[in-house]
């Protein structure tokens, strides 16, 4: 028997430990993508409600209904 063929086993310990590892580090990468993300998203909307111009400033009967012809 080959002792060397036995550490290329998927259930062998050092295999376990690393797969636990690379596991943890992709979902640290994960949140961190989504922490970012969300920042971004707070960040565009933000902006976009500065930049919007007042609604009350408009007369009571614009903004109320919506013409679609299909």
Not at 18 to 40: F, G, H, M, W, Y
Request: glycine share 2%.
């Amino acid at each position: 028997m080959d002792i060397a063929s036995t550490s290329a086993l998927p259930n062998s310990p050092s295999n376990l430990a690393s797969t636990k590892r690379d596991t943890s580090v992709a979902i640290a990468l994960l949140n961190k993508a989504n922490q970012i993300q969300s920042d971004s998203a707070k960040q565009l909307l933000s902006s976009i409600q500065q930049s919007t111009p007042s609604v009350q400033a408009l007369p009571d009967h614009l903004g109320r209904n919506l013409n679609v012809t299909a």
